[in-house]
T-cell receptor, first 113, second 111 residues
Framework: ETGVTQSPTHLIKTRGQQVTLRCSSQ?????VSWYQQALGQGPQFIFQ???????GRGNFPPRFSGLQFPNYSSELNVNALELDDSALYLC????????????FGPGTRLTVT | QKEVEQDPGPLSVPEGAIVSLNCTYS??????FMWYRQYSRKGPELLMY????GNKEDGRFTAQVDKSSKYISLFIRDSQPSDSATYLC???????????FGKGTLLTVNP
């Protein structure tokens, strides 16, 4: 069974640029959630996708957007990057039964300069 | 007041000690409670998952939930240096399965 994978591992962008982060869910999982983890903080919920539709959103501005594909993989897009967007971006997948057990990938570390 | 409060530590114990990690919360809708372990620069790893109040044991780990006090705990027995990591509590309730995390407690187990 393949776990959650994310790409790229690290990314450096300049303020104002746009970035796309990618996630492949664990085999058999159809729900994907994205979280932002600033240094020294717990992860903060960005949004969740279920069957290619957004299924809940946290307190993040519209410049954070996402997609889920028919194979359940997902993308997180961030436009007009700000310095405060520097963080570890985590993707988590969960089982079709909709349990609360979410399994995380290794994350993408984004640095905005 | 934050929905989930967790003492960030750091916590340093000798090998073999019993470790107690705790979180409090304010949202009565939370019914699902989880503990994650996160090694430096890695993604969180699910350790324990509990529904509603009660205890759950898995090897050296015991999770306790007291909904009446809005208080959850994770106990680690016979702690090992490999247990050195940040421990995050997380909880959820409602239909969109959003997890709300504590800040994490940094634990160091010294040989």
């Amino acid at each position: 069974e393949t776990g959650v994978t994310q790409s790229p591992t690290h990314l450096i962008k300049t303020r104002g640029q746009q970035v796309t982060l990618r996630c492949s869910s664990q085999s058999g999982h159809n729900t994907v959630s994205w979280y932002q983890q600033a240094l020294g903080q717990g992860p903060q919920f960005i949004f969740q996708y279920y069957r290619e539709e957004e299924n809940g959103r946290g307190n993040f501005p519209p410049r954070f957007s996402g997609l889920q594909f028919p194979n359940y993989s997902s993308e997180l897009n961030v436009n007009a990057l700000e310095l405060d967007d520097s963080a570890l971006y985590l993707c988590a997948s969960s089982l079709p039964s909709g349990t609360y057990e979410q399994y995380f990938g290794p994350g993408t570390r984004l640095t905005v300069t | 007041q934050k929905e989930v409060e967790q003492d960030p530590g750091p916590l340093s114990v000798p090998e073999g000690a019993i470790v107690s990690l705790n979180c409090t919360y304010s949202n009565s809708a939370f019914q699902y409670f989880m503990w994650y372990r996160q090694y430096s620069r890695k993604g969180p790893e699910l350790l324990m998952y509990t529904y509603s109040s009660g205890n759950k044991e898995d090897g050296r780990f015991t999770a306790q939930v007291d909904k009446s006090s809005k208080y959850i705990s994770l106990f680690i027995r016979d702690s090992q240096p490999s247990d050195s990591a940040t421990y995050l509590c997380a909880m959820s309730g409602g239909s969109n399965y959003k997890l709300t995390f504590g800040k994490g407690t940094l634990l160091t187990v010294n040989p």
